[in-house]
């Protein structure tokens, strides 16, 4: 049996898809925080609460004494950790929490998996952990310490930990770090989704700097991609980059969504926000060479396939 944590959120509920369809039996700790609607996540698990292989845990990892009762009545065999504070922007905002979720409720898991003999971790990681690096592409090697937000040491400190367990306890544990995750069901707060919404409605969209910051935007098919390879291939203990290896810049970006929507975006200048790198790109030659990762998804489809989405919900 597979626990994922953050189970109903954009990435968790997309792998919980993948693992139902191929008869995995999948147990969901989520805690529906506030952090955006939770009626979001509720209506992302709808199909999966019809599934004779789905339970669904409302609880906070941090909840020692409800997670406990989780491993105690479930055979838990591997977890997939995905629940997090996410956002560089908040985590300037709440750095105590933000170290609280993502720091102490990844040991407060790791522990668990000690106690009960879990037999792997997958641990969903960020790019956002490379900081200001500006060597292109950033490379699993790459020395990291300087990081930039503290969402960004937080992930990074969850890595560290994440080495700790297994070097200690012989924990085999797959590190993933994750290129911004676009698709259907991507959070609100998001760039493409934040982008397509005031489109729609004829507002305003936040223009950081001179739109020349770049991501490595990756489809969501081509991450779900990417984890189920790391359930499926564990190693005593790796770290990874999912990513496209391809870079858009923010104007880029703003003109594709113009195009496929057919509509003008009004840009509201502002200035870099603290915390934002310039530009991120992923090796993903590692990931190509031991888990055969190789995403084949362009940015202009999968924008394509987040609007068709977002027309019928939003």
Not at 89 to 118: F, H
Not at 194 to 205: D, E
């Amino acid at each position: 049996m597979l626990l994922v944590t953050g189970g109903a959120g954009f990435i968790g509920s997309h792998l919980v898809d993948r693992l139902l369809a191929r008869g995995e039996d999948v147990v969901v700790v989520d805690d529906f925080n506030d952090f955006y609607d939770p009626g979001i996540k509720r209506s992302n698990i709808r199909e999966h609460l019809k599934s004779p292989g789905y339970r669904l845990v409302e609880a906070d990892i941090r909840d020692t004494a409800a997670m406990t009762r989780l491993f105690d009545s479930h055979p838990i065999e591997k977890i997939v950790h995905l629940a997090a504070r996410a956002g560089v922007r908040p985590s300037l905002e709440q750095p105590l929490l933000y170290e609280d979720v993502n720091v102490r409720g990844t040991i407060n898991l790791l522990e668990l998996a000690k106690q009960y003999n879990v037999k792997q971790m997958v641990f969903a990681s960020s790019s956002s952990v490379y900081g200001a690096i500006t060597r292109v592409p950033f490379s699993e090697e790459e020395r990291i310490d300087r990081t930039i937000s503290p969402y960004a040491a937080t992930k990074y400190a969850a890595e560290l930990m994440c080495h700790t367990y297994h070097h200690l306890y012989g924990l085999p544990v797959t590190c993933l770090r994750l290129f911004t995750a676009y698709g259907p069901r991507q959070r609100p707060d998001l760039a493409i989704h934040k982008f397509a919404r005031l489109l729609y409605q004829g507002k305003p969209i936040p223009f950081f700097g001179d739109g020349s910051t770049a991501r490595d935007y990756t489809y969501i098919d081509d991450i779900i991609q990417g984890l189920v390879a790391a359930i499926d291939r564990p190693f005593p203990f790796e770290v990874f980059n999912l990513g496209e290896s391809q870079t858009v810049r923010l104007s880029e970006l703003v003109h594709l969504l113009e195009r496929l929507t057919g509509r003008t975006a009004i840009l509201q200048k502002m200035p870099p926000q603290p915390g934002d790198v310039d530009i991120t790109c992923a090796d993903i030659s590692k990931a190509d060479r031991l888990l055969g990762y190789k995403p084949t998804t362009p940015i202009e489809a999968g924008l394509a396939s987040f609007l068709s989405w977002f027309a019928e919900n939003k």
